[in-house]
């Protein structure tokens, strides 16, 4: 058993929904009510693990009550793709950017050309990101990430378009880049949370929300447990990050985004709530930051 250190709060679980052995080896999906829906915030459908088969993984989520996709832009070539894929499944938008991985080998020329891409395509790109700062892997200069993500800061606000920020072992130098730039009026969201909840609500208190991914259903993720049990219901979106991070019980596998189920289940489960309140406050609160419904 798994036991979170956080002070109890009434309503909430800590411990009952993290000994479910079932979690473990179930692979029926969750079932959630007739009129419910669910959005993934963060996917990379242009990935190479879903070459072969997009159109299956699309359809497998639009038949399981998955409402929208938001696929994400890493690259110009990427983001570019994104919106190709936005323009053929409408039920998937895009978001636009460079991640701090690329920050050393972006032009001047292509951050123009990822602008004029939101700017061309306003019903298909509804944020900007994936961008911000990787300490832990550091493919470019922890310096040239900070200006790169200060640079695409200003650009998003340029376009009136909501962040999507990446953020390893980069927590401090996310946040003073982020009030430096401020305020943004558009709001963020800060994906793959990897923070504790001290963070988490500053970052609320800045018009951000808290994305919850896959990894929130691993046994020693307990500081993110505590962040999905305690956070507002208002200020959560649910992610896959797919192709990466697939949740309990396909952890290992390839992630897509009718995984979002076993993710709101778990939220569900720690929260002491239905599964369709989480389903349907997370989808609500993704459109409402997005500015954006699904056909």
Do not use: W
Request: glycine share 6%.
């Amino acid at each position: 058993m798994v036991k979170i250190a956080v002070a109890q709060t009434p309503g909430i679980c800590y411990e009952s929904c993290l000994e479910d052995k079932y979690l473990k080896k179930r692979k029926t999906l969750p079932a959630i009510g007739e009129h419910t829906y669910l959005i993934d915030s963060h996917c990379h459908l242009e990935m190479a693990p879903y070459q072969d088969d997009l159109d299956s993984v699309i359809e497998r989520a639009r038949s399981n009550k998955i409402m929208g996709i938001i696929t994400i832009g890493t690259n110009l070539p990427s983001s570019l793709a994104a919106v190709q894929i936005a323009q053929k499944y409408p039920m998937v938008k895009a978001t636009v950017g460079v991640h701090p991985h690329d920050a050393g080998s972006v032009s001047a020329d292509q951050l123009d050309t990822i602008a004029e891409l939101a700017r061309k395509n306003p019903t298909l790109v509804v944020g900007y990101g994936e961008i911000g700062l990787d300490y832990a892997k550091q493919y470019a200069p922890p310096a040239i990430q900070r200006q790169c993500f200060t640079q695409q800061l200003e650009l998003a606000k340029s376009l009136n378009l909501p962040v999507v920020i990446h953020d390893r072992d980069a927590h401090a130098d996310c946040l003073d880049i982020i009030r430096a730039a401020g305020p943004l009026e558009a709001g963020g969201v800060m994906h793959c949370f990897s923070g504790n909840l001290e963070f988490a609500l500053q970052l609320i208190a800045m018009n951000f929300k808290i994305s919850i991914p896959g990894i929130v259903t691993f046994k020693n993720a307990t500081e993110l447990q505590e962040v999905a049990a305690q956070i507002p219901l208002d200020s959560m979106l649910i992610e896959t990050d797919g192709p990466f991070l697939a949740p309990v019980p396909y952890r290992g596998k390839r992630n897509e985004p009718v995984y979002t189920l076993y993710i709101a289940e778990f939220i569900a489960k720690l929260r002491n709530i239905p599964v369709d309140t989480v389903a349907m406050q997370t989808a609500e609160n993704t459109m409402v930051l997005f500015r954006t419904g699904f056909d």
